[in-house]
């Protein structure tokens, strides 16, 4: 559960993956949503970016992704402080 409340995070859904194969990976939200991550052509294309999320899928580790685009954050949980306050 995310428990900043400010309005930067509010963008941002906690999400596990919940299957990964190429070149699709789906995720499952905390309020139990499904969704289709978006990937770019980079992501679709690198072996050890598969590799990877596989590896996040079997831990079930939870990743951010962005709530409107369903991308991958890159920043993971960071938020600059300058831009929260």
Known sequence: ???????LIKN???????KVFYPFI???TEEGQYLQVNLSQNEITDPTFWD????????????????????????G???DPKIAS
């Open 12 to 18: 941002v859904v906690a999400a596990r993956l919940a």
């Open 52 to 75: 990877t999320m596989e590896k996040i899928c079997e831990e079930k580790i939870w990743l951010p992704v962005g709530r409107k685009f369903h991308q991958l954050l890159d920043n």
């Open 77 to 79: 949980w960071e938020v």
């Open 26 to 28: 789906i995720a499952r």
């Open 1 to 7: 559960m995310l428990l900043d409340d400010t309005k």
